[in-house]
């Protein structure tokens, strides 16, 4: 079975040698084509921003010279979502219309209309699209739809009927909806069942980090701390991301190790910095995450939070945002973003445990415990640790 080791080591020598064929003919389209198709695979393997920027400025300048090709602008709305810039993908999807008419085209604008907070619009799109193509990715654009709003069970069927759409070469797409489908049990507080579906995901695409980190999560819940901390440290080795660094010290500090935690922290703010000094906005919401967090510099928080608002105004950001103004105590303000991110309807236990803390601080106690009561329904077993996937 193919897995991860021999997909990564796959795609480096379709590279080598697409690479090698251009040489002597550096304008032939088709070779460059693809060359652009596997570089944006290795980076959706590695997860690594280096990856990713190569893909990109590739792609970026095929663009340039071809043209708004239907293919590379599809490629270039995949890369910018990545980079959380909603705005270029609009401008890919204005550049090429006859894109933005095709079933692919309508699915990336249904990705920005959920981002943006365009909910419904979001949901009409993709009821439409599944009724008209049954794709799986857009059976599981939906099924994350019903999930944020609370209608979990149709959720894991959608996952379950985009798994079937799936031929048995798609193995990795497969276990991406077999992690889906443990995710959502895991939110609920079925352990045995999230293991399941995490472990189905491991045998059908072996070694794979992104697997790994969701392991983790599960063994932080089954009380397996020494565990977890030698699986993701094994994780952060093979993918020396920033979010994994902070998410390894993040767990460092769940399980009372915190003097271990600080050389994984001060790796990754390091990263985000550069980051965002080179003009990258991806990793607001890690920043804002932070520094409301181990950090306890929430003021700066509050500022990247709002930036990263800016970017993609939804329930995710205006909680985040909400989250950060409760601990710099700016409870006004956190109470006009959290109510924001209740009347978008989504039923996540969090922006109700957010809601709760700030109602408290305002006094407003009946207010809080509607909320706390809410929280303890969505997610009745709380969890020791949550890490951003």
Not at 216 to 241: G, H, N, S, T
Request: aromatic share 8%; glycine share 6%.
């Amino acid at each position: 079975m193919t897995g991860y080791p021999d997909d990564h080591a796959r795609t480096l020598k379709d590279l080598a040698e697409l690479e090698e064929r251009s040489r002597p003919m550096p304008t032939e389209v088709s070779t460059r084509v693809r060359t652009a198709f596997r570089r944006y695979h290795l980076a959706t393997l590695t997860g690594l921003e280096a990856d990713f920027d190569r893909a990109r400025a590739y792609v970026n300048a095929l663009v340039t010279e071809l043209g708004p090709r239907e293919d590379l602008c599809l490629l270039q709305a995949q890369i910018e979502g990545r980079y959380h810039r909603l705005d270029l993908i609009e401008e890919v999807l204005q550049a090429c219309p006859s894109l933005a008419q095709r079933a692919e085209g309508r699915s990336v604008q249904a990705d920005i209309d959920f981002q943006e907070g365009r909910y419904q619009a979001a949901r009409e799109a993709l009821e439409q699209l599944v009724a008209e193509r049954e794709a799986w990715d857009d059976l599981a654009r939906l099924a994350h739809w019903k999930s944020e709003m609370g209608e979990r069970d149709e959720a894991d069927a959608l996952l379950e009927r985009a798994e079937d759409q799936l031929s048995a070469k798609e193995m990795r797409s497969y276990a991406w909806l077999e992690l889906r489908r443990g995710a959502l049990a895991l939110s609920r507080g079925d352990l045995p069942r999230t293991r399941f579906h995490y472990e189905r995901a491991s045998s059908a695409f072996p070694g794979y980090w992104r697997t790994d980190t969701h392991l983790v999560e599960l063994l932080i819940e089954e009380q397996q701390d020494d565990a977890a901390v030698i699986l993701m440290r094994d994780v952060v080795a093979r993918a020396p991301k920033p979010e994994l660094q902070q998410a390894l010290g993040d767990i460092l500090v769940c399980v009372g190790r915190a003097e271990e935690a600080a050389p994984f922290f001060q790796a990754a703010e390091q990263a985000y910095l550069s980051s965002v000094a080179a003009g990258g906005v991806h990793y607001y919401h890690h920043l804002s995450d932070y520094y409301g967090g181990w950090a306890g510099r929430p003021v700066e928080a509050a500022e990247y939070a709002q930036k990263d608002l800016v970017l993609r105004d939804n329930y995710t950001t205006q909680s985040a945002l909400a989250w950060c103004h409760l601990q710099a105590g700016q409870i006004k303000d956190g109470i006009l973003q959290i109510q924001r991110a209740l009347d978008s309807g989504a039923q996540v236990a969090g922006i109700h445990r957010t809601a709760a803390k700030l109602f408290e601080a305002a006094g407003y106690n009946a207010q809080a415990k509607e909320h706390q009561d809410r929280a303890a329904a969505l997610s009745p077993h709380p969890r020791r640790f949550h890490m951003h996937h």
